[in-house]
């Protein structure tokens, strides 16, 4: 507490809350200056009261409000992104710049974390939200985590770390077989129409098989990335067979390599015939 002006030499008993915290003998100019013992946090309402060579004790100053705040909690990160894909709460999306937000002291600053390296700055509005848009992020895991610096120069602990999974890629599924394979084997022609097709994409993802350009059906490919679908009966003919995966980001793939079967289920097929028996 600072330069308070007062006649000379005059001692000046300084309140907080309207109870003693010191005495100071002002200097020739009137000038003093006292530091208090250790004050709680809260709002500090400081007068003070001066004492004459007479005797004489005078009403106190005007009141002077200074809050004492010497304590932060770590702000909250209460989202982050556009949780996309087949999950809205996994915490993986297809979206590489994250819309981080939270709270914190109203008028803090927030300064952002992306696995220990700082990604921007946001300032609490005065209802103590923040929101940042990160730059454009890496495939990857991340570890999120915020500090804040309050009006008074505190700076909080790091808040407890939140994970997101960016993944902006996938790759085509494939086809790795197409059955039954009746009659010679390996010849692509099949007399069962109703194909087994198996084959591997990203685990958790959704296949969209196709044939002939026309979906057939959907299926989800297990912890393995395995995926197996059966079709309903179909006509005879070629039937080129593709797939396309949209993965647990929300990623769409470009097609399987097309898988070729024939199937002929001998519905037009002729029995031979005998033309003549020899003598």
Known sequence: IQRQRDAGHQPVDVRIGGVSVGTVIADGNGDWVMTTPAQSDGVKAITAVQTDVAGNVSGPSSSYAVTVDRQVSAPTIDGVGTDTGLSGTDRITNDNTLEIHG??????????????????????????????????????????????????????VASPPVTMTIDTTVAAPVIDSVGTDTGVVGDRVTADNTLEIVG???????VDVRINGVSVGSVIADAGGVWRLTTAPLPDGLKTITAVQTDVAGNVSSPATGYNMTIDTGGSFLPPWMHSVGT
């Open 103 to 156: 709270k914190a002291e109203a008028g803090a600053t927030v300064e952002v974390f992306i696995d220990g390296s700082r990604v921007g700055t946001a300032l609490a509005d005065a209802g103590g939200n923040w929101r940042l848009t990160t730059p454009a992020q890496s495939d990857g895991a991340k570890s999120i985590t915020a500090i804040q610096t309050d009006v008074a120069g505190n700076v909080s």
């Open 200 to 206: 591997r994409a990203e685990p958790g993802a959704s």
